[in-house]
T-cell receptor
Framework: DTGVSQDPRHKITKRGQNVTFRCDPI?????LYWYRQTLGQGPEFLTY????????KSRLLSDRFSAERPKGSFSTLEIQRTEQGDSAMYLC?????????????FGQGTRLTVV | DAKTTQPPSMDCAEGRAANLPCNHS???????VYWYRQIHSQGPQYIIH???NNETNEMASLIITEDRKSSTLILPHATLRDTAVYYC??????????????FGKGTKLTVNP
């Protein structure tokens, strides 16, 4: 499968613990996005990378959230001191940004449950 | 914030055309209309996009009104596998930005046998 891959698919953690998710974009896609989706809502933008540079962060991305894309390939999203409100689906997407209007391909997401 | 308005839900009979409306009355000249869909427990999937001309691909057709204030996504022969949430998104041409997608709540389309 050469699509966007996310790991793990599901994560249950206790409140206060740290969690880290991984996203492997489609090979050679230079743009990578993280979104969060809660039940009944559309995905909400969190952050964007072009190659290894994090170029945009949403106000939703509090200080407890950090994302990296160290070599411009895979990316990680870490949540520190998780709270119950962090329970959501975390989606990663990638696109090949050689021109405007390139479509974004989404992974299947990581579902986080904070208990 | 989403700049589109969609009905929360619609039903369609299998084999019939599904016509999903979207209002984007504040769209500006450099903004495109995109459609994505999300099948339960999966990530969103790109369907089609357009600026002002009607567009068609293997999945769907996009009809944009002449004033560009609304559009309709047409699935010509809906199948049970088309049951999903459909998102209409207005996406600006970026000025060095991220080209991020801003999702609303979408339309839950249920295709019935």
């Amino acid at each position: 499968d050469t699509g966007v891959s996310q790991d793990p698919r599901h994560k249950i953690t206790k409140r206060g613990q740290n969690v880290t998710f991984r996203c492997d974009p489609i090979s050679e896609h230079n743009r990578l996005y993280w979104y969060r989706q809660t039940l009944g809502q559309g995905p909400e933008f969190l952050t964007y990378f072009q190659n290894e540079a994090q170029l945009e962060k949403s106000r939703l991305l509090s200080d407890r959230f950090s994302a990296e894309r160290p070599k411009g390939s895979f990316s990680t999203l870490e949540i520190q001191r998780t709270e119950q409100g962090d329970s959501a689906m975390y989606l990663c997407a990638s696109s090949l940004g050689v021109s405007f209007n390139t479509e974004a391909f989404f992974g299947q997401g990581t579902r986080l449950t904070v208990v | 914030d989403a700049k589109t308005t969609q009905p929360p839900s619609m039903d369609c009979a299998e084999g019939r055309a599904a016509n999903l409306p979207c209002n984007h009355s504040t769209i500006s000249g450099n903004e495109y209309v995109y459609w994505y869909r999300q099948i339960h427990s999966q990530g969103p999937q790109y369907i089609i996009h357009g600026l002002k001309n009607n567009e068609t691909n293997e999945m769907a057709s996009l009809i944009i009104t002449e004033d560009r204030k609304s559009s309709t996504l047409i699935l010509p022969h809906a199948t049970l596998r088309d049951t999903a949430v459909y998102y209409c998104i207005v996406r600006p041409r970026p000025q060095g930005g991220s080209e991020k997608l801003v999702f609303g709540k979408g339309t839950k389309l249920t295709v019935n046998p």
